[in-house]
DNA sequence: AACGTTTGGTCAACTTTATTTACCAATTTA
DNA sequence: TAAATTGGTAAATAAAGTTGACCAAACGTT
């Protein structure tokens, strides 16, 4: 094995890329808002110490993927990211950037934890029938070791116990966060390889939280959609060091191989 | 206050930059050990996708900070970096790559508990007047506000420990890591900024240490050895988040302010 | 309504950076 | 010793980025 496999392509990232890159990071961030409207260009690309055309480049690219809109002789904007139309772009946002990932695990954390507070209190009977049934088939996916029923399940709880909060506005917003989840950041391909191993952990988790709810137990609801967010954040970020060290480790083997 | 302050310059980052940044990964991470070869000129500006004058412009600069050294029709290697004479050039290492850091505070940790564990064993009568001294002195330091002899107090602590453990080896490696320590990796402006709020928590660290290998409890000298770099570790990584975030919070602050 | 200012839109000349290609020199290996 | 491989050097070429100028749309002031 030669030495040569441990080095990796030179990313030949141009000027603009990194102008494009640090302005979605204000924007995924939250710093920029929708709605705000950046300096004009001369401004802007004299403090970014870039030349107009490739700072011009740069929103050409982020006009395209949706974050700005430019307005002739009046200026450039932030988009409005909210709503269905603007997933899309809030979506592919996010996967580039995985630190807002956990800033958006954090919102989730309240969200969640209030959602199954007002679920334990306000479920109806039908809602409470309809959680039963989910955590039977929850179950039966696990034993049978079905892992996309499994993660329909999952997706299948959540949605349930926000619709128990009978709150329309939580429901609104949740349901936005939930298209973003099911699409691809929190489902994607990692994730999956991360948390499949801790399958049985998850289940008593969406258990747990389920059996709060029907049972009418706020505090206890609170704290199982808690319990199960910090869960989910630990385990990916556990994925991410882990599949970091692997790599370093696969790097250190094929070097050890050509000393054999 | 204008939107423009929350932009900054983009980093015109040369194609060598990157290369050198690439290579010095792999040294700092220990995949390239030294003496090892590198590939040719040739293989390697063709894996990395860079042209052979950009590649030979990054292995100069390494060359030129005591990373590499390469003979005429024989290749380029990686330089040795232990030995006193190549600190500069480890430690200069490890202030531009922070994961480096992270696996240097891992390296200490069965150091400094081993060292503690012998000290607690062998420490003869004038190592334990060494050590009650330097604690003395710690405490004095740690009242007086006096952050510059706390900081000695500190090290002193660490070296006398070693210095008791009675083994030559260990007191020659640990030398050198202290010295990293001292110089700037440790003890840098960043880290102190971090730790000085939490000093008396360090220097109680520091008291249980002492007060361990000079009654000889063996195991209780291991663990208060490994707690403190473990303390030290997570302070630093909280430091880290903690500048991360204020940053975003000023940046958000500026543009608030245009509100009012 | 008219003017001046600010903003985005466009283009061409110029500069810097990077690639390609060729050839030379030192070392190892057959 | 001859061939192959490696680092050393340089010139021509190509690509990326900057500079400077000018146009057109929107806004505010007069």
Redesign the pocket.
């Known amino acids: 094995m030669n030495t040569t496999a441990i080095f990796e392509p030179i990313g030949?990232e141009?000027?603009?890329d990194a102008v494009v890159a640090q302005i979605e990071d204000l924007i995924a961030s939250g710093i920029l808002k929708q709605g705000r409207k950046?300096p004009?260009?001369?401004?802007l690309a004299e403090t970014l110490?870039?030349?107009?055309?490739?700072l011009?480049e740069a929103?050409a690219v982020l006009e395209e993927r949706g974050l700005v809109t430019?307005?002739?002789?009046?200026?450039?904007f932030v988009a409005a990211l909210t709503g269905s139309a603007m997933l899309p772009a809030l979506l592919a946002l996010y996967e580039r950037h995985e630190p807002a990932f956990f800033d958006y695990l954090e919102y989730r954390r309240e969200q969640e934890g209030f959602a199954a507070k007002l679920a334990a209190r306000r479920a109806t009977k039908a809602d409470k029938e309809r959680i039963t049934n989910i955590l039977a088939e929850d179950e039966r996916a696990w034993r049978e070791k079905d892992a996309l029923a499994s993660r329909e399940a999952d997706f299948a709880l959540h949605a349930a116990i926000v619709d128990a909060s009978q709150n329309a506005t939580l429901i609104h917003m949740m349901a936005s966060i939930y298209e973003l989840t099911r699409q691809g950041v929190f489902y994607n391909r990692d994730f999956l390889k991360t948390i499949d191993g801790t399958g049985k952990l998850l289940m008593e988790q969406h258990r747990e939280l389920g059996m709060a709810v029907i049972t009418g137990d706020e505090a206890r609801a609170e704290k199982a959609a808690y319990d199960h967010i910090d869960f989910v954040e630990e385990s990916f970020k556990l994925g991410i060091e882990r599949r970091r060290r692997e790599a370093m480790a696969e790097k250190r083997r094929l070097l050890s191989d050509s000393k054999l």
């Open positions: 030949h141009s000027l603009s950046l004009s260009e001369r401004d110490r870039v030349s107009r055309p490739k011009r929103l430019t307005q002739h002789g009046e200026g450039t």
